[in-house]
């Protein structure tokens, strides 16, 4: 008697096991990326808003040969934002602060947001001194 050979069909337990293993390192390493870039575009607003700070207190030395006190003063906004003091503005996800710790020869400016969700802010900084030269 002849047995016949029957084809088998679909996938083992194990089988089955291994393939939702992979699949799930695969999304987890691909998660981990997927938020690493996000951040990064969101700090994208912090970098263009702190250069154009940069820009605008450039012209206003070069008009005045001291940097402005204000970010109203110099006539700074961001999309979205909105004035909180002379020295404050609120973007989407960034507040601007304007100080100048050094005199009026002197500026500093910082983004602080929380862009990745964890319990740490992220700050972004620029600024500038300029020694004063006594003749």
Do not use: H
Not at 17 to 44: D, E
Not at 99 to 109: A, E, K, M, R, V
Not at 118 to 124: F, G, K, S
């Amino acid at each position: 008697m002849r047995r016949r050979r029957t084809k088998r069909v679909g996938f083992t337990l194990i089988e089955m096991m291994i393939v939702v293993l992979v699949v799930s390192i695969l999304a987890t390493i691909g998660m981990q990326q997927y938020a690493s870039a996000m951040a990064t575009a969101r700090r994208t607003e912090a970098t263009i808003g702190l250069s154009r700070v940069w820009e605008l207190q450039q012209a206003y030395y070069q008009r005045n040969l001291q940097f402005s006190t204000t970010l109203q003063g110099l006539g700074f906004t961001v999309p979205e934002g909105r004035i909180l003091s002379t020295t404050r503005v609120s973007g989407r996800r960034y507040v601007y602060t304007l100080s100048q710790p050094w005199g009026l020869q002197s500026w500093y400016c910082t983004a602080v947001g929380n862009i990745d969700g964890d319990q740490w802010v992220d700050v972004v900084e620029s600024g500038q001194f300029r020694p004063s030269i006594n003749l």
